[in-house]
C-alpha cells in the first residue's frame, strides 16, 4: 500500500508538471489569424441582365440592362460597361444609354444572405421621340422620330441576395432629355 501511494504520488506529479510545461501565459503568445470568408463575394466578370419599371420621363415605364461586371473586392465592383434601354409603355420616345460605373458593397447581414450596394454610372445617352407636326396645308399629320445624344447619369441603391439575386431602386438623369427617372428594378447576375 506504501508503495502504491508513492507511484500514485509520482504519477501525479510527472502529468502535472508535463501539463505546466504545456501552457504559457498569454502575455508571451503571439497569434496570427487570417479569416477569409469566401461567402462574401465571387471574384470575376459577371453578366448580369436587369428588368426595370417606374417613372420614365413623367409616364409609367419599363426598362432593361445588360451589365458586365467585374468584381475585384468584396466591397467593390465595375461596372465596365451598361447597355440601358427605358421607354414609357406608349413607346412614345425610348432611351438608349451605353455606360460604365462603380458598385460598393457592405458587409453581408441577415446570417450572411444579403448585402447592400451603393452604384453610379455615366456615359452616353440617346433619346428618340416620336414628334407629329401638321403639313403645310393642315391636311396631314406626319410623324418624325427626333433623336438628342447627351450625358447620362445613373445612381443605385439595394440588396443583393445569395450572390446572384438583386433588387434595388435607380435614379437615372440624362440631359439629352433633361429630365429625371425613377425604377425599381431587378437583376440576375450569372
Not at 28 to 56: A, Q, R
Not at 93 to 118: C, D, Q
Not at 156 to 178: I, P
Amino acid at each position: 500500500m506504501k508503495y502504491l501511494k508513492l507511484f500514485l504520488t509520482v504519477s501525479l506529479m510527472a502529468s502535472a508538471m508535463s501539463l505546466s510545461a504545456q501552457y504559457m501565459p498569454d502575455s508571451t503568445v503571439v497569434t496570427t489569424t487570417k479569416t477569409v470568408d469566401k461567402g462574401d463575394y465571387d471574384k470575376g466578370y459577371h453578366l448580369m441582365p436587369e428588368l426595370k419599371i417606374g417613372s420614365c420621363y413623367g409616364y409609367v415605364g419599363f426598362g432593361a440592362n445588360i451589365v458586365l461586371e467585374h468584381e475585384f473586392h468584396k466591397y467593390l465592383a465595375w461596372d465596365i460597361a451598361s447597355l440601358d434601354f427605358s421607354a414609357p409603355f406608349d413607346f412614345s420616345e425610348g432611351n438608349f444609354g451605353l455606360k460604365t460605373g462603380v458598385r460598393a458593397f457592405t458587409k453581408r447581414f441577415w446570417n450572411g444572405k444579403a448585402r447592400g450596394y451603393m452604384s453610379a454610372a455615366a456615359g452616353w445617352d440617346c433619346n428618340i421621340r416620336k414628334h407629329s407636326e401638321l403639313t403645310e396645308d393642315k391636311t396631314r399629320i406626319k410623324i418624325r422620330n427626333k433623336g438628342f445624344n447627351g450625358l447620362g447619369v445613373s445612381w443605385g441603391l439595394g440588396l443583393q441576395f445569395q450572390k446572384h439575386f438583386f433588387v434595388g431602386y435607380t435614379l437615372e438623369y440624362s440631359t439629352a432629355k433633361k429630365f429625371t427617372s425613377h425604377y425599381a428594378k431587378v437583376a440576375y447576375r450569372f
